[in-house]
């Protein structure tokens, strides 16, 4: 397959609350539709690299900020919800001129998996979950959260930042330079840098409600009836052996491919092997309008 170049264009998306979300859009001809859902704490950034390679492969790719993420403007009052995520994805994925493949990490993926189980017709041609399953390990995530939490009152210099993302990450062997780290920082009045993610994501109910959630979860995902794609690390903390098969047990026309070496961080940790795996699930794909 021919490999071009597309560069990213910045557009946006308004909720039906009155946000913004922030998104860029690769090779606006392309076809099938890839919408990529990131993680919490993450923002588009993230699928960089696989949305470029996916696009150069010919799919048109769509990346955004999550509410309160990233450039996406962060709640008035402070309060996140995981139905108003999900009804942002809703309405991204219904905006686009055909029904999107959603590529949803860890955060992400829950979302679609919500968003794919609950709604007829199903607003998503196919799901690719990204190392997250309706039950996930709770140490896995803990860490997450611990990092977020670790630094309330921001970094001195890029530099600070860089070493405590390498601590955090010791798998990856490159340290992230300034200009990586301009995106995820934001400076405050004070001059200390801070991560781009409103804290009262931290406090407010989509963390707090987490647990309660899996319920919805675990009934949604049995109701999904779109292909599914389980992508998961071999190293991942955050799904196990226990919880994939539990989902294929819920979900037994999904199929699952586990990434060698990866973590959590799967799309970072090893881009080629990520990529290849959704370009080989979208090939197996019936052509789009064929049930």
């Known amino acids: 397959m021919r490999m071009e170049s597309h560069q990213a264009t910045r557009t946006a998306f308004a909720t039906a609350d009155g946000l913004s979300l922030a998104a860029d859009v690769r090779h606006a001809s392309g076809a099938p539709t890839l919408l990529f859902a990131h993680g919490f704490g993450q923002t588009r950034g993230a699928w960089s690299a696989a949305s470029a390679t996916l696009a150069a492969r010919g799919c048109r790719c769509i990346t ?5 993420h990233g ?5 008035p009052d402070g309060d996140y919800h995981m139905q108003q995520f999900v009804d942002d994805l809703l309405a991204l994925a219904g905006a686009q001129p055909e029904p999107p493949i959603l590529v949803g990490a860890s955060m992400g993926g829950l979302l679609g998996l919500v968003t794919a189980g609950e709604m007829r017709p199903a607003p998503f041609r196919a799901l690719v979950l990204v190392d997250i399953t309706p039950r996930w390990e709770t ?3 803990e860490r997450i959260l611990a990092f977020m939490q670790a630094h309330p009152d921001g970094f001195a210099s890029y530099a600070e930042a860089a070493e405590q993302i390498a601590a955090y990450l010791p798998q990856r062997r490159e340290r992230k330079s300034e200009q990586q780290l301009r995106p995820l920082l934001r400076e405050g009045a004070d001059g200390r840098l801070r991560w781009h993610w409103d804290p009262a994501l931290l406090s407010g109910g989509l963390v707090s409600e987490s647990e309660r959630y899996q ?10 009836n779109v292909p599914v794609l389980l992508l998961s690390g071999e190293r991942s903390d955050v799904v196990s052996h226990h919880t994939v098969e539990e989902f294929l047990a819920l979900v037994p026309h999904a199929r699952h491919a586990q990434v060698p070496g990866a973590t959590h961080m799967l799309a970072g940790d090893a881009n080629d092997a990520f990529t290849a795996a959704i370009a080989g699930f979208i090939e197996s794909l019936e052509p789009a309008g064929v049930q």
Not at 64 to 68: L, T
Not at 215 to 224: C, D, S, T, W
């Open 139 to 141: 140490a896995g995530v």
């Open 71 to 75: 450039e996406s403007d962060r709640a």
């Open 64 to 68: 955004f900020d999550s509410r309160g």
């Open 215 to 224: 319920p919805r979860l675990f009934e949604a995902a049995a109701k999904v």
